[in-house]
């Protein structure tokens, strides 16, 4: 079991034009990581952070930089990405597929093709061999077994499974996915999982107890008034966990 909680604040909702102030600020209140969320305008429909803003922020803070890549190219960004001092890169297993995800779709999730899954190995093993920690991202209809192969092989530091449809902050988090962490938890006691989207006061006790132990939240922290105590009632779920 994943015995370290990990709180990872997301930038995606902080003062893009303070961002060394608020990378200060987030240590000060006692995040673990800050969350950088890369967003390319294809994969999802929003456009934020690549390379040189990561390149920047690294001067001004000793926080382990997660990147979080919403992008449909991954491999294009994550050697700029090492190069501009971030520490970690979590690229989606969708953006492998050559079947377009549609958010509106209820059709279940179409399953990778034998080179499409390579692509992923091979992507995996070229983060790790840049000295970045490597993550796997799974949209909310994306299912736990689309990553068995990727998983099961030892590969992968974190799973990160999206409690919000990727794009932008501030949406509501989906409860239903809950069952997805838990039967992450139980296949992989070791492996980081993160969660990321909508996590707040009111819904980390779940994503916890779940199994959850890395938090990403940018509304929560950022919008709120104290950040610290939103940070410490993390830490008091994870204390509380059942
Ligand atoms: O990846 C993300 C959006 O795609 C963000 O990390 C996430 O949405 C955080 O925002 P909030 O906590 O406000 O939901
Ligand atoms: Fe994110």
Redesign the pocket.
Known sequence: MASTLVVAP?I??SDFARLAEEAARMKNVGADWL?V?C?DGHF?PNLTIGPPVVKSLRKHTDLFLDC?L?VTNPGQWIPGLASAGANGATFHLECFCSEPYDINDPSPYVELKPEEMEEAFALAKETKALGLKVGLALRPRTPLSAAKRLLDEGLMDMLLI?T????????SFKENVMDKVKQARKQYPGLMIQV?????PKTVQKAVNAGANVL?????IFGAPDAKEVVDCFRKAWVDKV
């Open positions: 997301s995606l909702s969350h969320d967003m999802v979080h919403m999206m919000v449809e990727p794009g932008f902050g501030g949406q990321d989207g909508g996590i707040a990403v939240a940018g509304s929560a």
